[in-house]
């Protein structure tokens, strides 16, 4: 028994060894797991619609109300999973006009119906809640509900829940790879106020208790954590941009004394901001339920067709330059930011958080894009170094999958220069274009993969980019070129996780740049000038080695 007590330490110990070196926490829960694996419960059916109806009681800070499940079954079933956080109460479920019983473990909620379902039949239940939800600490990263005022002491509420989870106040099946198709979000506030949602706004109308209710429609795929309600005495004034699709709709949501800078600042970021993304990334993907910019209480959100916006009306991010170069305080990076998410996250989403990057990574280049159609390519690039400054590499960029937990914060930085990276190994801006339009229309409105988006990339590009993904999406560092100049000859090698790695790069050749293809082993090149790698492109590590190397090295 000891010998055993003995083996099952040391297992132990070398597994959390391993897990740290990779940077990777290993400790889960049985509640990780109800979160964020898509088990048979939660596969076996695939859900078509919500109508969300809630009343906001802004003094209690309660909710209370129900959400109508209508799905489809994709197998046979008489047992499903849905979600919702433990300290709000369910009064009921309703299944045919009648109670279905339920039972819940942790954050997730078992309901039995009271005979089988067959495959391929649509249904429907409906959860009756109510409760108090949780209140964010540091919104938007924090998750939860933002209670605040405005100037006249008018209540402002607002709700952000990215990776915390929409069934932090809805029931809902909350697991990133099934978007429901379409959805009604009904908020009722007390009278005097205004709630904005994503999609149109389909009517409002008078209730019991001195409450007005607000009807939205989203018309389009939406994803759990981006259903929103923002809730305030706000003005609202609108604008129309002639895009790819025809007229969109700017409808912009602000409060009384926010007025004049939001026409402002608004009018100053968001059209030229369309232009570049759409000429970009293709049309703006959800015209039917038009775009809004709603103020909020709290920094920012892509919450879809209803973009949470807290940037105080300053250029850059809270007014500062998250580059260092200058260059991020010529515009309003929550617009711009935010914004971009609305093709990467909201029409393209990860199946799983693990792979946020996808969201992430893609919007934060969108911003040098911008930065480029205003001042240059040249300027889009030295954009991109100077956020390196924030990258920690810390740990890997993809998180652990099936237990809802998102990787490094790299996603941003370095994910944004590894797309970089993208385009100058592609080395052709016509087909770079047609990539991003591409990835839009092939994952638009669906959910996706790490490994769905690499190979597509792989595809379009022609190229075989999997082994670069890897190196800086699945571990903590980055490569590093090793290199020995003697006169005018240079050996070269690539250090890196990845087996043999073997990222083309480009080095200055007299007054042209020139690609060499580094790998694992040494190569050699002669050179009359210094060895002098793009590392304004190239995100890598120089190291030079003074002692001398051998061929068998």
Known sequence: MFKIKTLILLFL???????????????????????????????????????????????????????????????????????????????????????????????????????????????????????????????????????????????????????????????????????????????????????????????????????????????????????????????????????????????????????????????????????????????YPFYRDGYKLIETPYLGMEHQSAIAYGNKYLNGYRGRDLSGTGLGLKWDYIIIHETGHEWFGNNITAKDIADMWIHEAFTMYSEALYVESREGKAAGAKYIAGIRSNIMNNKPIIGPYNVNQEGSGDMYYKGANLIHMTRILLDDDKKWRELLRGINKEFGLKTTTTEEIVNYINKVTGKNLTKIYDQYLRYAQIPVLEYKQEGNQVSYRWQADVADFDMAIRIKRGNKMEWIKPETEWKKIKINSAFTPDTLNFYIRLKQIESGISQSE
Request: glycine share 6%; charged share 20%; net charge neutral.
């Open 13 to 283: 110990l070398l597994t959390i060894f391993i897990t740290s070196s990779q940077g990777q926490s290993n400790t889960f829960t049985r509640a990780d797991t109800l979160r964020g694996n898509l088990s048979p419960l939660r596969s076996s059916y695939d859900i078509n619609f919500y109508h969300l109806d809630i009343k906001l009681d802004i003094d209690k800070k309660k909710i209370s109300g129900s959400n109508l499940f209508r799905f489809t079954a994709v197998q046979d079933l008489k047992r499903l999973q849905f979600d919702l956080f433990d300290n709000l109460n369910i009064e009921k479920v309703s299944y045919k006009g009648k109670e279905v019983p339920f039972n819940r473990e942790f954050n997730a909620v078992f309901i039995d119906f009271p005979e089988m379902i067959k495959k391929g039949s649509k249904e429907e239940f409906r959860v009756y809640y109510n409760g108090n939800p949780t209140t964010a600490i540091n919104p938007p990263w924090d998750g939860g509900f933002t209670f605040s005022s405005d100037q006249n002491g008018k209540p402002w509420a607002s709700v952000s829940c990215q990776g915390f989870g929409a069934s932090s106040w809805w029931p809902n099946k909350d697991h990133q790879s099934d978007e429901v198709d379409s959805m009604l979000i009904s908020i009722a506030v007390p009278k005097g106020l205004m709630n904005v949602s994503n999609g149109r706004l389909l009517s409002v109308k008078n209730i019991e208790d001195g409450y007005t209710q607000y009807n939205w429609f989203v018309s389009y795929p939406i994803n759990n954590y981006n259903v929103s309600l923002n809730v305030a005495d706000y003005v609202h004034f609108d604008d129309k941009y002639q895009g790819e699709n025809g007229n969109l709709t700017l409808d912009y949501y602000v409060l009384r004394e926010n007025l004049e800078k939001a026409k402002k600042q608004f009018g100053a970021n968001v059209k030229p901001m369309f232009a570049v993304f759409e000429n970009w990334f293709g049309p």
